[in-house]
């Protein structure tokens, strides 16, 4: 699971300047012991760039440093190098969290847009619904033909003409 150092860089170099800034921020002035001193703490997911190597990451590993309390965001790669396999395995869980976080927030956005064009589409052809019978009961009122009766909680109403039932109807929801 865990990630090779970029083979563009010396990993020389890259030592260096990790242990370098690690020392800057820790207690000891030991580079053998350094990396003791830091621990997990946490993950976010926010553009920064690492405190020790200087990249572009996303998402963050907070490292602390157990003797002095200083707080570090560091990216994965640093993470693999400078924390102990336990802590980093807890910091790579947290990585995996953002992003399986961050697909189910996809998902939900996709499920909202989704039943918004269902809701959008289910409007429309109740719009067109309502249009046809309308139509239809304007043509009935031309010809003198006999609305329906309407029955509602209220009472029953005869004599109404075929739109007017029709409205009433949307106006009661049955439509």
């Given at each position: 699971m865990k990630k090779q150092i970029s083979k563009s860089k010396s990993k020389l170099d890259y030592e260096a300047k990790v242990i370098g800034n690690l020392l800057k921020h820790s207690i000891t002035d030991d580079a053998d012991d350094v990396m003791n001193e830091w621990v997990y703490e946490s993950t976010i997911e926010i553009p920064n760039n690492c405190n020790l190597c200087g990249h572009k990451i996303r998402n963050n590993v907070i490292i602390?440093?157990?003797?002095?309390?200083?707080?570090?965001?560091?990216g994965i790669e640093c993470a693999d190098y400078v924390l102990n396999d336990k802590e980093y395995y807890k910091a790579y869980d947290g990585i995996e969290s953002i992003k399986k976080k961050n697909k189910m927030m996809k998902l939900k956005e996709e499920r909202i847009k989704r039943d918004e064009e269902i809701r959008k589409n289910n409007e429309e052809r109740r719009e067109r619904k309502i249009k046809n019978l309308m139509d239809i009961a304007k043509d009935r009122d031309k010809r003198g033909l006999p609305s329906e009766v309407l029955m509602t909680k209220d009472g029953?109403?005869?004599?109404?003409s075929n739109v007017e039932v029709l409205k009433r109807k949307i106006a009661l929801g049955r439509i």
């Open positions: 602390r440093n157990k003797i002095n309390g200083k707080i570090l965001n560091i029953v109403y005869h004599g109404l």
